[in-house]
C-alpha cells in the first residue's frame, strides 16, 4: 500500500524549528498527518488534504519528498498490511478554529529532536532527525584534536594550521544567517503571492523589504571584507557565497515585480510548486549557514544538504519545461499574451533556483577548501 504524509513544521524568531505531531485515532500514538494517495492529484497535493483534515493546518507543500518509511496499518477486519508512506514538508502558514477531525485528535508541537523520538517508526524517526541537524561548535581544544586526527593522514601546511588557531574577526558567520533569514522570509512570501487572493500587494511589499534587508546585509560584508584583516575563509569565498545568496532574493524580487507588473491574478501549478521548492531551498540554506562555523564537524551534513539543494533544482528545471509547454498549448488556442507574461514569470522563478544551486556550489567548494 502506498501512502502521503506531511511533515508540518515552522520556524521560530530565534531561528529553531518545530514540528507539528498529531495522535492516530485508534492506538492514540504520535504520527504526522498521511493518508491514501487521491487519484488525480500529485502526492505533495494529497499531502495538503491530510494536513487539513488531520490537524486544520494549511501549509506550503514542497513537491520534492524527503524520504519513505514503512508500517504496519492495521486492517478493520484484523491483521495488518505493509504501507510505504512518502513525506512532503509542509511549512505551515494557517491553522484553522475548525476541520474535519477536530476533537479525534491530540495535536502537539514538538522540537525536532523531541519529535523524532515521540513516533515509532525507525525511518520515520530518521527522516525527522535530519529534518534539521544542530550545528556541531568545537572549542579549542576539540580543533587541537581535529587537527591532530587530520596530520595523521594528510599533509597541512602551517601558515593553514596557524591560520585555522587564530581567532576570527569580523560578523561573517552572523551575517550570512541574517541573510539566509531574509531567504526564508522572502520565500515564504513568494509562495504565498503565488497562490494569488486578496494579499497579493502585501506579499509583494514584503518580499521587495526583504530584498533591502539582504541589500544591506551584503553592504556590510563587503565593507568587512576590505577593512578586516584576518577572514574566516578567503575573501573570494566570502563574497561569492553571500553575492549568490544575495541574487537570490533579488530574483524573487524580480518574480513580484513581473506579477505587479503584467497585474497577473492567477498562477499556474507549475508556477506554485516551483515557489514551494525555493521554499524548502531557503530552509536548507537557512540551516547550512550556522554549519559553516565549524566545517570539520559539519562537512557531512552540509555534503547532504547541497545534495538535496541541487535536486531540487533539478526538479524545478522539470516543473519549468512542464509549465512552458502546458503554457504554450493554452496559448495557441488563446491569448499569446498569456504565454509571453508567463514565461517572464517561470524565468525569475527558474533563476531563482538556479541562485541556489550557486549556493550549494559556493558551499561545497568550502568544504573542499577548508574540512
Known amino acids: 500500500m502506498r501512502q502521503i504524509a506531511a511533515l508540518p513544521y515552522a520556524t521560530d524568531p530565534d531561528g529553531s524549528m518545530r514540528i507539528l505531531l498529531i495522535t492516530s485515532r ?79 485528535r491530540e495535536l502537539r508541537w514538538f522540537p525536532v529532536a523531541e519529535a523524532a523520538q515521540a513516533v515509532d517508526e525507525p525511518d520515520l524517526q530518521s527522516i525527522i532527525a535530519a529534518f534539521r541537524e544542530p550545528p556541531k561548535n568545537p572549542g579549542w581544544f576539540s580543533r587541537i584534536l581535529l587537527w591532530l586526527q587530520e596530520k595523521r593522514t594528510e599533509r597541512i601546511a602551517m601558515l593553514r594550521w596557524f591560520h585555522a588557531l587564530m581567532p576570527k574577526q569580523g560578523r561573517f558567520f552572523e551575517q550570512f544567517e541574517d541573510h539566509a533569514a531574509t531567504l526564508v522570509a522572502g520565500a515564504d512570501a513568494l509562495a504565498k503571492l503565488m497562490k494569488g487572493g486578496p494579499d497579493m500587494d502585501a506579499h509583494i511589499k514584503e518580499i521587495a523589504e526583504r530584498e533591502h534587508e539582504a541589500d544591506d546585509i551584503i553592504r556590510d560584508v563587503l565593507q568587512d571584507v576590505r577593512r578586516i584583516f584576518v577572514t574566516p575563509f578567503d575573501r573570494s569565498a566570502i563574497t561569492g557565497l553571500i553575492g549568490v545568496m544575495d541574487d537570490a532574493i533579488d530574483q524573487m524580487n524580480q518574480t513580484a515585480k513581473a506579477v505587479a507588473l503584467f497585474e497577473a491574478k492567477e498562477f499556474t501549478s507549475q508556477m506554485q510548486d516551483m515557489s514551494a521548492l525555493i521554499v524548502e531551498c531557503a530552509r536548507i540554506t537557512a540551516e547550512a549557514m550556522p554549519l559553516l562555523r565549524s566545517l570539520n564537524l559539519n562537512s557531512a551534513r552540509l555534503h547532504e544538504l547541497t545534495e538535496r539543494l541541487v535536486k531540487l533544482e533539478g526538479h524545478a528545471d522539470t516543473l519549468h519545461e512542464a509549465g512552458l509547454k502546458a503554457l504554450y498549448n493554452q496559448a495557441r488556442r488563446g491569448n499569446p499574451m498569456d504565454f509571453i507574461v508567463g514565461n517572464d514569470i517561470y524565468a525569475h522563478l527558474e533563476k531563482v533556483t538556479d541562485r541556489f544551486e550557486d549556493v550549494a556550489n559556493e558551499i561545497s567548494g568550502l568544504v573542499i577548501d577548508h574540512a
Open 26 to 104: 485508534d492506538t492514540r500514538r504520535w504520527v504526522i498527518p498521511k493518508g491514501n494517495r487521491i487519484k488525480g492529484m500529485a502526492g505533495h497535493r494529497a499531502a495538503e488534504v491530510e494536513a487539513y483534515e488531520e490537524a486544520g493546518i494549511h501549509g506550503i507543500a514542497c513537491p520534492a519528498p524527503l524520504g519513505r518509511y514503512r508500517y504496519d496499518k492495521r486492517r478493520r477486519k484484523g491483521g495488518a498490511r505493509e504501507a510505504v508512506v512518502e513525506v512532503f514538508p509542509l511549512a505551515v502558514t494557517d491553522h484553522l478554529n475548525q476541520w474535519p477531525e477536530k476533537g479525534q
